[in-house]
């Protein structure tokens, strides 16, 4: 059975399933170059079809992850278009009003009037029906739309495309991507800010049956870490990890004050939740109480992250508990916090835990379409996460001359992993783009930049000349799989091969992975890597340990900060140009800067 699968919301993309097997996924981020893209995911389509060779009229079915999407939202991109001070400017003129002062707003109407948000490019919608179509029909008649720009774009018939509920894609994600025993009884919880009416579902699973036992609309964890990271001034929807790298710096009278102010809202109630203190809103609420307090921005992100942690592990405990399993998988926006997945992997209740990559909504496609491909074919897990495109060698030498590469640069053909290890020990902070793109938000070595992880002068050389990236945040490792127990704190031996659950670390790793454990408290939230799954990039990391004795690497996606990670040789040009990387290995090539 072929199955294409779309997420439609924010973070679009599309995933390809072909006899129970992902073939290829990617997000339009990654092809239109617009962070966190919006709208019919074009380009994403053309890619995972031409990838698995499948024709559209092979597809059997086209399944959208979301029965309801806001089409106002979609259409001025919103979450891709919306700056920080947007945000703000949301908070004042709708919810405000709205929300305090029982007032109606013209905000959403005002901004599609707006250049910014009424520039048509990159959606391929047509919002006609908009003008003339009752608000309480928009979903029919954006439904109708969908199915009808597939039809314009790959000849779909609307028979073939049909829409699946968000949360339950979420579920099917999380359970049928992770490599997990599924003869044993599974708990399936996904949470995350919104998504059909919904934010949270709690679900038992065995074998190819997943049966949900119960969703709610009050789990509200996950909206209120996306208001603080507001009130923070950051940006929702793509700078919580921020929030959540910032939180550990917090000293313990310093964080207590915004921690109390959380812990009189939301608390945990059996299955689900319910307001101690219900605030009549979620920004001018926190935002007057932490400023009556005078409590500091650390705090705020100390207090949040201790709160987030405590209340999803004491629910968490009591799925567990109701439904008489060990055994757990994650997904949604919440599931994104590696910081909460570390808490839920360490309880007691749990002997199983894993986390599939990129549980955001960019993994709606994945899920939409496993809810349809299970019906008829043995869904097979994700055992790596290279489902995206490759530069093939014509791509690579159109790049090298772009860019006029054998003129600016030293150009290095078919170097050895022994001579990138070399460099990589001299101190050289190393890109590389080969092989096929990681899906998801996470670069697991093909999309990276490489450096001595031993060496903390290579955080600053990053943040400064490269990323240009907030200098708390803490970088992560990729590590070998045969050296993992000498760096990892993980007693129940738990999978991490996708960076998505953090860990304590050993002091032998906090002297050879000093530069990518977080320096205050000393987790990572690492890639562990075994040969099979990336022999390439396996060679490199085993070159430079038979040079140091160190068995990993410092490993941050390849991107100047605020852009989406690179795709193509072109895209990695562009950013060893405009950053102070010392080299970029492309197949077969690695280009240096001259000295």
């Given at each position: 059975?072929?199955?294409?699968?779309?997420?439609?919301?924010?973070?679009?993309?599309?995933?390809?399933?072909?006899?129970?097997?992902?073939?290829?996924?990617?997000?339009?981020?990654?092809?239109?170059?617009?962070?966190?893209?919006?709208?019919?995911?074009?380009?994403?389509?053309?890619?995972?079809?031409?990838?698995?060779?499948?024709?559209?009229?092979?597809?059997?079915?086209?399944?959208?992850?979301?029965?309801?999407?806001?089409?106002?939202?979609?259409?001025?991109?919103?979450?891709?278009?919306?700056?920080?001070?947007?945000?703000?400017?949301?908070?004042?003129?709708?919810?405000?009003?709205?929300?305090?002062?029982?007032?109606?707003?013209?905000?959403?109407?005002?901004?599609?009037?707006?250049?910014?948000?009424?520039?048509?490019?990159?959606?391929?919608?047509?919002?006609?029906?908009?003008?003339?179509?009752?608000?309480?029909?928009?979903?029919?008649?954006?439904?109708?739309?969908?199915?009808?720009?597939?039809?314009?774009?790959?000849?779909?018939?609307?028979?073939?495309?049909?829409?699946?509920?968000?949360?339950?894609?979420?579920?099917?994600?999380?359970?049928?991507?992770?490599?997990?025993?599924?003869?044993?009884?599974?708990?399936?919880?996904?949470?995350?800010?919104?998504?059909?009416?919904?934010?949270?579902?709690?679900?038992?699973?065995?074998?190819?049956?997943?049966?949900?036992?119960?969703?709610?609309?009050?789990?509200?964890?996950?909206?209120?870490?996306?208001?603080?990271?507001?009130?923070?001034?950051?940006?929702?929807h793509e700078h919580e990890y921020k929030v959540m790298g910032l939180a550990p710096y917090a000293k313990e009278y310093i964080k207590k004050p915004a921690y109390?102010?959380?812990?009189?809202?939301?608390?945990?109630?059996?299955?689900?939740?319910?307001?101690?203190?219900?605030?009549?809103?979620?920004?001018?609420?926190?935002?007057?109480?932490?400023?009556?307090?005078?409590?500091?921005?650390?705090?705020?992100?100390?207090?949040?992250?201790?709160?987030?942690?405590?209340?999803?592990?004491?629910?968490?405990?009591?799925?567990?508990?109701?439904?008489?399993?060990?055994?757990?998988?994650?997904?949604?926006?919440?599931?994104?916090?590696?910081?909460?997945?570390?808490?839920?992997?360490?309880?007691?209740?749990?002997?199983?835990?894993?986390?599939?990559?990129?549980?955001?909504?960019?993994?709606?496609?994945?899920?939409?379409?496993?809810?349809?491909?299970?019906?008829?074919?043995?869904?097979?897990?994700?055992?790596?996460?290279?489902?995206?495109?490759?530069?093939?060698?014509?791509?690579?030498?159109?790049?090298?001359?772009?860019?006029?590469?054998?003129?600016?640069?030293?150009?290095?053909?078919?170097?050895?992993?022994?001579?990138?290890?070399?460099?990589?020990?001299?101190?050289?902070?190393?890109?590389?783009?080969?092989?096929?793109?990681?899906?998801?938000?996470?670069?697991?070595?093909?999309?990276?930049?490489?450096?001595?992880?031993?060496?903390?002068?290579?955080?600053?050389?990053?943040?400064?000349?490269?990323?240009?990236?907030?200098?708390?945040?803490?970088?992560?490792?990729?590590?070998?799989?045969?050296?993992?127990?000498?760096?990892?704190?993980?007693?129940?031996?738990?999978?991490?091969?996708?960076?998505?659950?953090?860990?304590?670390?050993?002091?032998?790793?906090?002297?050879?992975?000093?530069?990518?454990?977080?320096?205050?408290?000393?987790?990572?939230?690492?890639?562990?890597?075994?040969?099979?799954?990336?022999?390439?990039?396996?060679?490199?990391?085993?070159?430079?340990?038979?040079?140091?004795?160190?068995?990993?690497?410092?490993?941050?996606?390849?991107?100047?900060?605020?852009?989406?990670?690179?795709?193509?040789?072109?895209?990695?040009?562009?950013?060893?140009?405009?950053?102070?990387?010392?080299?970029?290995?492309?197949?077969?090539?690695?280009?240096?800067?001259?000295?």
């Open positions: 059975m072929v199955v294409l699968g779309i997420n439609g919301g924010h973070n679009v993309s599309a995933a390809l399933i072909k006899d129970g097997a992902v073939v290829a996924c990617a997000s339009e981020e990654r092809f239109t170059r617009k962070k966190n893209d919006e709208g019919y995911p074009r380009e994403s389509i053309e890619f995972v079809l031409n990838k698995a060779a499948v024709s559209p009229e092979q597809c059997d079915v086209v399944v959208y992850g979301g029965l309801w999407q806001d089409p106002i939202q979609t259409k001025i991109k919103r979450v891709a278009r919306f700056t920080i001070k947007d945000y703000i400017r949301e908070m004042h003129e709708y919810w405000k009003p709205v929300l305090l002062e029982n007032k109606s707003s013209l905000f959403w109407e005002n901004l599609q009037n707006e250049p910014r948000f009424s520039d048509p490019s990159g959606m391929h919608y047509n919002f006609d029906f908009l003008k003339d179509t009752p608000k309480e029909k928009w979903n029919e008649a954006f439904q109708k739309e969908q199915r009808s720009v597939l039809f314009r774009h790959i000849g779909v018939p609307s028979d073939k495309v049909f829409f699946v509920d968000h949360h339950k894609a979420h579920a099917y994600y999380a359970y049928f991507a992770s490599p997990i025993d599924r003869s044993k009884k599974t708990a399936v919880v996904t949470a995350d800010s919104w998504g059909d009416d919904c934010n949270a579902t709690i679900s038992v699973a065995q074998g190819n049956i997943i049966r949900e036992v119960h969703r709610t609309t009050m789990c509200h964890i996950a909206r209120i870490y996306k208001w603080m990271t507001l009130i923070l001034a950051f940006k929702p109390q102010i959380f812990k009189e809202t939301l608390v945990v109630d059996g299955l689900d939740f319910k307001w101690k203190n219900k605030p009549p809103d979620m920004y001018f609420y926190f935002k007057e109480k932490f400023e009556k307090e005078a409590i500091r921005f650390d705090g705020i992100a100390g207090g949040l992250q201790q709160w987030a942690e405590e209340l999803t592990a004491e629910w968490i405990t009591n799925i567990l508990k109701e439904l008489g399993v060990d055994r757990l998988v994650f997904s949604g926006g919440l599931s994104m916090n590696v910081k909460i997945n570390k808490v839920l992997a360490d309880l007691p209740g749990v002997k199983d835990f894993f986390v599939p990559p990129s549980g955001g909504d960019e993994s709606v496609c994945m899920g939409a379409a496993f809810i349809v491909a299970q019906k008829k074919d043995n869904i097979r897990p994700l055992i790596y996460a290279y489902l995206g495109s490759s530069p093939g060698n014509d791509e690579v030498e159109e790049a090298l001359k772009e860019y006029d590469a054998f003129k600016k640069f030293t150009v290095v053909r078919n170097p050895s992993p022994d001579a990138i290890a070399e460099l990589l020990v001299n101190g050289s902070v190393i890109a590389r783009c080969a092989g096929d793109m990681e899906f998801g938000a996470r670069a697991l070595g093909n999309r990276s930049i490489l450096c001595d992880p031993s060496k903390w002068e290579n955080v600053r050389k990053i943040n400064e000349k490269i990323k240009f990236r907030d200098f708390w945040m803490p970088f992560t490792p990729t590590i070998l799989s045969e050296r993992a127990k000498e760096y990892l704190v993980n007693p129940k031996n738990l999978k991490a091969p996708f960076m998505t659950v953090a860990f304590d670390t050993t002091e032998l790793a906090r002297r050879h992975l000093a530069a990518a454990v977080h320096p205050y408290d000393f987790t990572i939230r690492p890639q562990v890597l075994e040969e099979e799954i990336n022999p390439e990039y396996y060679s490199i990391i085993k070159a430079f340990e038979r040079k140091t004795g160190i068995g990993g690497m410092l490993n941050t996606s390849l991107n100047l900060h605020g852009m989406p990670i690179v795709r193509t040789a072109s895209d990695a040009l562009y950013t060893f140009v405009n950053s102070g990387l010392d080299g970029l290995l492309l197949p077969g090539v690695l280009i240096l800067k001259k000295l």
